[in-house]
Every structure is written in structure tokens, then in C-alpha cells.
């Protein structure tokens, strides 16, 4: 399975890294933070710029300018924005293993790219078999987005916490699962999703009292402490305890709006309008094409009738997602962890041979180079 996964991503990366020398751009050096003399340099540029920032430096969570942004970038931006837990190993393997902040990223990132591929594999083999479990890992290789799990992002890293927490609830571990969601609140917002799939399959246990009593509760006691610990601290420094999503608001242009931006990219780009917050055309039409497929995953999902713990996950995931303001080029990375959507269709292509699915996974990859890659970092903003 990981052998799988690593070559699929090999040729993904090979693609992207060939798109980006032949189109040459990768030099550029604004309004993408970083550029660089090798196309590889890109895998630092954008939020990898600050996660490096702040394992050199820690955090300063007040309103700093941004180098190099210019035109609809805003021009303030702050590193209390991104989470504690990905900075804080790439200092750690940093000074462990001599390698640089940029060497130490990339380490983390592609590690925890297999830790989630073998976790995605478990929670869908436990559903529905072996084959499928290798055909949803051999997925996570390829979806839409994937061009950041290995990038200095701190995306592979929480989809490992989450897939891990859906399996550990899934196999009952309370404690296990409640840890690892304490982890993923210190690694990403959207945690809450995580944080309350943990919760409703925690009650739920109560309710068949077939697990006790303490270990549900405890884990649904010490699954939100890192997110709101996180939240508290920032705004305990900054005097103001919703001062994160202030930040995030009027720093970041990220805010709760109940999804009117997503509706208006959704009937804005099909018909070759541009007229919302930060257009990025090619991406953007990418991103309408990964919502409108989670939007067609769903009710299959649903249909198979999964642990409550993924349904839940799932839904609140596309929920937070969608229902907030933001770039909207970076939607099919943020709906990069919406693993369980790998479910159904590996349920279908398990019914081909390995020689096959292999096959058609690796056609997949090949475009995954344009589409996870290039599209996201030259074309949009990952």
C-alpha cells in the first residue's frame, strides 16, 4: 500500500516539477512569498513561507505587513493565523537532524503523507475490505489538492491526526482518539469538525453503554483542548479573546459567511464571470469542480452507512469549508481531508484487478502534476 502510494505521488511530483521548468515562472518572486532559483522552491512559497517564519522565530499575534503583496493580496497578514503543531516539528526535526527549515517541512510533510495514507487505508479497510482500503489510499495520492501533501504545508500532518482519530473511535479507542483530536485542534481550525465527530460517537457510546462511561467522556473532555487552547492563547495575548478570528477576518479576508461566496463562485464561474473576491480563474474552476463532486460523494457516503464519526466529520468539514469566505483557489485543499469521500468510490474500484486499478491510478497521477500542482501553486494559491 505505501509503495503504492509513494509511486503515485512520485509521478504526481515529477509532472508538477516538469510544468513548473517548462513554463519557467518559478523564478517569479511576487505576489507567491519565496520564489526561488529551482522549481522546487515552490514548496516552501505561500503559507510555507510563514509556517518557516515561525519555527525560526515563534509567533508575534499582532497586525504585521506581509513582504511582497501587492495587488488584491492584502497587505496585512499575521502568523497567529497558522496553527503551532506543524511549525513546532519543523523546529524540532530541524535541530535533530542539522537540516534546514525548508529540508525539515518537506521531512514532515512527506512522513505524515504516509502515516495518512496508511490511516486512510485502515479506516476504509475496516469498511469495506483490503481492496478498497488500497484503492482509497492510492486516491489520497491523486485527489485535487494533493499537490500540497508534499509541500511545506501543513496539510498531510492533519489529515494523518484525523484519519487515525476516525480509526481509533472506530475501534473504540477512546483515549486514543481523544488525544489525537487534542493534536489535530494544535494543527488546524477546521479540527471543530474533528472535535465533534468525537464527540457525537462519543455519546453515542454512552447512550448503548457498551464502552463504559470514563473513557467517552474522557475523550470528549481532552479532544478540544488544543484548539481552544490554541484560540485562548492568541487572544490572551492580544487582549481580546475572539481576537483569532479578527485576525483572521481582517487580516486574512477569511470570515463565517454562510456560504454566500461559495454561492456566488458556484454561479459566477461556469459562465466565465470573475467578478468575486480574488479571482484565480483556471483554480477557481477546479475548485467548482471538487465541490460539486464532494457535493456528488455525499449521499453515496451516506448510503453505505459509515460510523457516525465519519459522517459527522465529513458533514462539518464541508460545512466550515464552504460556508466561509476565502480565496476560493484554495478549496480543493481544503477539502483535501474529506478522506471518507474516498469510501465509495474505492468501494467501486475495488472490483478491478490490481493491474488495472494500478493503471488507472496512474493516469490519474499524471494529471495530478497539472492539476494538484501546477494549477494550485502557479495558477491559484495553495
Not at 89 to 106: D, F, H, K, P, Q
Not at 276 to 303: E, S, T
Not at 359 to 380: D, I, K, N, P, R
Request: include cysteine; charged fraction near 10%; charge should be positive.
Amino acid at each position: 500500500m505505501l509503495a503504492l502510494y509513494g509511486t503515485l505521488k512520485l509521478i504526481g511530483f515529477a509532472g508538477f516539477m516538469f510544468l513548473l521548468h517548462l513554463a519557467g515562472d518559478y523564478r517569479r518572486k511576487n505576489p507567491r512569498f519565496g520564489g526561488g532559483e529551482h522549481p522546487w522552491d515552490v514548496l516552501t512559497s505561500w503559507d510555507g513561507w510563514w509556517y518557516q517564519k515561525i519555527a525560526a522565530h515563534g509567533y508575534d499575534p499582532a497586525l504585521v505587513p506581509v513582504p511582497g503583496a501587492t495587488g488584491q493580496i492584502r497587505l496585512e497578514g499575521n502568523s497567529a493565523a497558522f496553527f503551532p503543531l506543524y511549525p513546532a516539528l519543523i523546529r524540532l526535526v530541524s535541530e535533530v537532524t542539522g537540516l534546514g527549515l525548508y529540508g525539515a517541512g518537506l521531512t514532515v510533510s512527506v512522513i505524515a503523507s504516509f502515516v495518512a495514507a496508511l490511516g486512510i487505508y485502515a479506516v476504509t479497510e475496516c469498511l469495506a475490505g483490503r481492496r478498497a482500503g488500497l484503492a482509497a489510499a492510492g486516491l489520497w495520492a491523486v485527489w485535487p489538492g494533493s499537490g500540497v501533501e508534499w509541500a511545506v504545508y501543513s496539510d498531510s500532518l492533519y489529515v494523518a491526526l484525523a484519519a487515525w482519530t476516525c480509526h481509533a473511535v472506530m475501534r473504540r479507542n477512546w483515549l486514543s482518539a481523544g488525544l489525537l483530536a487534542f493534536l489535530a485542534g494544535l494543527n488546524r481550525p477546521t479540527a471543530a469538525a474533528l472535535i465533534a465527530a468525537v464527540a457525537v460517537a462519543a455519546l453515542l457510546a454512552l447512550r448503548r453503554r457498551r464502552d463504559g462511561v470514563l473513557r467517552p467522556v474522557a475523550a470528549m473532555a481532552v479532544a478540544p483542548l488544543g484548539l481552544l487552547g490554541y484560540l485562548g492563547w492568541v487572544g490572551h495575548r492580544m487582549g481580546d479573546y475572539g481576537g483569532y478570528f479578527k485576525l483572521q477576518s481582517g487580516a486574512w479576508a477569511h470570515e463565517w459567511d454562510y456560504g454566500r461566496q461559495t454561492l456566488d463562485v458556484l454561479t459566477s464561474v461556469p459562465v466565465g464571470h470573475a467578478d468575486y473576491h480574488v479571482p484565480f480563474p483556471f483554480a477557481d474552476m477546479i475548485g467548482v469542480g471538487v465541490v460539486l463532486l464532494a457535493f456528488a460523494l455525499l449521499p453515496l457516503l451516506v448510503r453505505l452507512r459509515p460510523p457516525a464519526v465519519l459522517t459527522v466529520y465529513t458533514v462539518l468539514t464541508i460545512v466550515l469549508v464552504l460556508g466561509s469566505q476565502q480565496i476560493f483557489s484554495n478549496v480543493s485543499r481544503y477539502l483535501l481531508p474529506l478522506f471518507p469521500l474516498f469510501v465509495p468510490l474505492a468501494v467501486a474500484l475495488r472490483r478491478l484487478s490490481r493491474a488495472h486499478l494500478c493503471t488507472l491510478l496512474g493516469m490519474a497521477a499524471v494529471a495530478s502534476g497539472s492539476y494538484a500542482g501546477y494549477a494550485l501553486f502557479e495558477l491559484g494559491v495553495p
